[in-house]
C-alpha cells in the first residue's frame, strides 16, 4: 500500500548579479510520499559555474545536498534519496527514484563563478551569500553555510 501524504518541495530562484540569472524548474511542486522528483536548475549569463543544491527543512537551517564544480564533477554532502547529476555546464538536476516523507522541504540551487586560475589554486567569486568575510582561507561549501546559518 502507497502512501499518499503529500510533499511540498517549495523551490526558490533567484537572481544573481549583473545578467546572471539562476531558473529552477518547476517553482513549486506536492508530490505523493513514494513518487519520483526531478528538478531541475539552469544558470544564464556565466560560464563555467560552480553549482549547489540546497534544502531547508521545516524549522531547521540550510543544508547542503550537493555541489560541482564541472560536468560530472558531482561532490554529494548527504547521499541518502537523494541524487544529483550535471549533464551540461550550466543545468545541474536533483532526483529521487522514490521520495520520502523526510524529503519535504524548500530547495534552492545557487551557483558561484571560478574568475581566474593562478598555478593550481582557483580564485573565486562567491554569491553574495557565500561571502569570503564568513568563511575560512579555502571554505568548502558546506563551511560557509555553517558559519552563515548556524
Not at 41 to 69: H, M
Not at 111 to 119: A, K, R
Request: charge should be neutral; aromatic fraction near 8%.
Amino acid at each position: 500500500m502507497m502512501l499518499c501524504s503529500p510533499l511540498a518541495l517549495l523551490l526558490g530562484t533567484f537572481f544573481g548579479v549583473r545578467s546572471q540569472t539562476v531558473h529552477q524548474w518547476p517553482a513549486t511542486l506536492v508530490q505523493p510520499v513514494g513518487s519520483p522528483l526531478s528538478l531541475e536548475c539552469t544558470v544564464e549569463g556565466t560560464s563555467n559555474p560552480n553549482l549547489y543544491w540546497y534544502r531547508q527543512a521545516a524549522g531547521r537551517g540550510l543544508q547542503l545536498l550537493f555541489y560541482s564544480i564541472g560536468v560530472d564533477q558531482i561532490s554529494s554532502e548527504v547521499p541518502q534519496n537523494l541524487s544529483a547529476s550535471r549533464p551540461q555546464d550550466r543545468q545541474f538536476i536533483l532526483s529521487s527514484k522514490k521520495l520520502l516523507l523526510s524529503d519535504s522541504g524548500f530547495y534552492l540551487c545557487a551557483w558561484s563563478v571560478t574568475l581566474s586560475w593562478v598555478g593550481q589554486t582557483s580564485v573565486q567569486k562567491l554569491h553574495p551569500l557565500l561571502s569570503p568575510n564568513h568563511c575560512p582561507q579555502e571554505p568548502s561549501p558546506r563551511d560557509c553555510m555553517e558559519d552563515i546559518c548556524n
